[in-house]
């Protein structure tokens, strides 16, 4: 199983996306939507700082080891719920699991596994650190609850050299279109058998002028012969 693409536009709104390497509330340096050194490379520490030159590739960098930590996620929330789940359950789990890295421990998982999913539902709320984490306890509580996912733009903050993140206005706001289609990797051109390219020689007036048309050569052959 995995997130669906619902539900990876609401986790990513929920975190946001910092293109550039930032320290967290904890001071930890941390890049993209919300990786740091713990979950694997690259270590935003080592990162250049500031921001992109490319927005567009600073977005589609972060969406791209997103998708890589996520799967870890994914496979511990099913590792950890023993009982069949609907998507909209699934995804409402991950992206608990992605904030709090709790799904093994959490009392919401315990009654999910007993089959009482409405608990299950009430115990998202028992996690409310720091607290102005509430909103997305309750969004993630009513998406696993009701299969109501949030709508809305995704916002790309801006961040300075020394990894203070600016809140106060966000640089881009991705529509879900723009969203999914950066979170998609580039496919590879298919495999398509061409002529080789014409040679720069070839390609220049100034070599083409040179070089004497058939036309030229058949004449020149001519006056050979009769010449002999």
Known sequence: MQTSDRGLLALIRHEGVVPGPYLDVKDIWTFGIGHTAAAGPPD??????????????????????????????????????????????????????????GIATAALTRHLNMGNRVAAAAAFMGWLRPAVIRSRREAERDLFAKGRYPIGTIPVWTVDRNGRVDFSRPVRRLSETEALALLRPIPNPPSIPISPAPSTAAADPAHVQAVPSLTTRILAFLKTLIGA
């Open 44 to 101: 935003p520490a080592r990162m250049t700082r500031g921001m992109p030159a490319d927005l567009d590739a600073g977005i589609r960098e972060a969406f791209r080891i997103f998708r890589t930590d996520l799967a870890a996620y994914e496979a511990e929330v099913l590792r950890a719920v023993k009982v069949p789940l609907e998507l909209h359950e699934f995804d409402a789990l991950v992206s608990f699991h992605y904030n709090t890295g």
